[in-house]
């Protein structure tokens, strides 16, 4: 990977993190809560960016830190563009699908999202299928044993009960958007080959 890459990859991690960690010191005012969302819209965005506490912050942090290397052919602004989109739909898909959910803070369902939406779009490379296939294989499992068994052993770990349903509708949100990106791209393919 050129150094140019890298260094972009790196700014793009830098700025998540600090942006998270600035929030995160003022996290009251920035989660997802469901009676203020109508008057307090940026919550529809923000309450994904804070966490229930810092060892909470550090591990999406680190498994955000991963992604851009992972899957280093997706840009930066793609990146930034489904950070921007799926934690709103997210937040919408709370309010109105999951009414119980009152409160809500984390980018693990952001997160699971981006993962997702990256390994469908590198399926669609023919010499990257058999990673992407591991990956949405692997993701797959995962959301499947939290909607059976329950979450594995995070809450522990962070303090507070993990919201598997934010991970479930995390892949869900991103597939839609990867595969209509999909969809997209092959037409324009089409009516321009």
């Known amino acids: 990977m050129p150094q140019s890459i890298i260094q972009s990859k790196f700014f793009l991690i830098v700025v998540c993190a600090f942006i998270s960690a600035v929030l995160q010191i003022f996290q009251p005012d920035f989660i997802y809560l469901k009676s203020k969302i109508w008057f307090e819209a940026w919550r529809l965005w ?3 960016w804070v966490h229930v506490g810092w060892i909470h912050y550090l591990l999406n942090m680190l498994a955000f830190a991963c992604l851009p290397y992972i899957f280093p052919q997706i840009k930066n602004k793609t990146y930034f563009c489904l950070l921007m989109i799926i934690a709103p739909l997210l937040s919408l898909t709370f309010y109105f699908i999951y009414p119980e959910i009152q409160a809500y803070a984390g980018l693990s369902g952001v997160l699971h999202g981006l993962y997702i939406f990256a390994a469908i779009i590198y399926f669609d490379q023919k010499n990257e299928r058999k990673f992407a296939l591991l990956v949405i294989v692997l993701v797959v499992i995962k959301i499947a044993w939290e909607q059976k068994f329950g ?18 509708w995390g892949v869900i949100w991103a597939s839609i958007i990867a595969v209509s990106y999909l969809f997209y791209k092959h037409k324009q393919l089409k009516m321009n080959g």
């Open 46 to 48: 923000t309450g994904h």
């Open 151 to 168: 979450q594995l052993g995070t809450a522990k770990l962070i303090g507070s009960p993990v919201l598997v349903q934010a991970h479930l």
